[in-house]
């Protein structure tokens, strides 16, 4: 079986693993890149697995005129920017020691060595320079069926990086096939191994949540973590319940999910930028709050309006408006007709503003239907 796409033709990337072979070394696309190739899906990142010591690769990339980038060096990885993109290039290794969070690594010359090491069988698919499919671990036929399994043995593979269990499920939500569910053998391991998420950073933990949220339907895998205990040690008190309704809605936004999710600290525990924070905030406030939809587009612009809508929505189990666009239109486009300037030098400061919030008041309260004159008696 072969691989095709616009970026195994790109000539840079042919040059560089060409490179590599008249060297006497190996070249083979690896990963996401065959993965995504053999399903259909886009390709965005570049990883070429090779049996060339991170010292040959760079020598032989520079000599190539191209710019090298120790990126991963203690593991192997250097980055080569090839035509203005990017590919990390990374030499076989083998697992020495691992500590369920970082592993100490040789390099190795064996293919099966370093697909024995990857996650998923998935993930254990190569490809060479002109697309022919290199497949040791027999990961095409899960690929194919869109089974995520574990490479080997579940616990080893768990254990040797606990933040798997979190890669599982986003995996499944991803790439798994909802109506035949999760490899069970995987999510047994999973579930008995969950209290190594503790062990984690909460960055490592918050960059895959967001991944796992961000798929176009991560509620059955959210709601098999939250039946195996895995939920409540990543996010204490959330709820998964309202999660596929918000989806079934069409909310896309991965903040939005994380909103109806619940849950105690969440800023904290998955390590929210300040912009996060601030909208998930939002979005947790107007949820409970009067707010008619118009106003809601009107105060924070129709995107935000629509998400807290549908929240809204999801969490009350009640369908949103069937002219939600419409209102969403109408109240993003709706301008105050009364400016400070209007009320000046009558009203100055504090009382300005307060005078101004009442006229905006009573304007929203007529649904955006009187006119500056009106308000302005």
Known sequence: MKISGAWLDRPETQNLCRLLEDAGFQALFVG??????????????????????P?????????????????????????????????????FRRDVETDGRHATV??????????SRRDFTMNALYASRDGEVVDP?????????????????????????YLRILRFFRFHAW?????????????????????????????????????????????????AMAQAGILARVLPGADAVALPVLVHFGAKDWIARLSVLGGEEVCDLLR??????????????????????????????????????LTRAAMFTTPPP???????AFGAGAKMPVQPIDLMPAFEGAALGEELRRIEAAWIASGFKLTRAELMR
């Open 32 to 53: 996401g890149c065959v993965r995504n190739a053999l399903i259909g899906a886009p390709v965005s990142d570049l990883d070429i697995a090779t049996d060339a010591t």
């Open 106 to 115: 040789a390099f190795s010359t064996s293919l099966i060595e370093d697909a």
């Open 322 to 328: 069937e002219e939600l666009e419409q209102m969403l």
């Open 175 to 223: 790439y798994g096939d909802v109506e035949a569910g999760l490899d069970a053998e995987g999510y047994a391991a999973c579930a008995s191994l969950s209290a190594g998420i503790e062990t984690l950073s909460k960055e490592r933990i918050g960059a895959e949540m967001r991944k796992l949220l961000s798929a176009p339907d991560p509620s059955p895998a959210v709601a």
């Open 272 to 309: 929210l930028s300040k912009v996060e924070a601030r909208r998930l905030a939002l979005l947790r406030t107007e949820m409970g709050s009067t707010r008619g939809v118009e106003e809601l587009a009107y105060r924070h612009g129709a995107p935000i309006a629509r998400d807290i809508v």
């Open 137 to 161: 671990l027999s990961g095409l036929g899960d690929l194919q069926a869109r089974k995520v399994r574990f490479v080997g043995e579940a616990d080893q593979r768990i254990r040797e990086d």
């Open 55 to 91: 010292e040959n690769v760079t020598n032989i990339a520079k000599n190539g005129g191209y710019k090298v980038v120790p990126t991963g060096i203690d593991h192997g990885t250097v980055t080569v920017i090839a035509g203005g993109i990017a590919h990390e290039i990374t030499t």
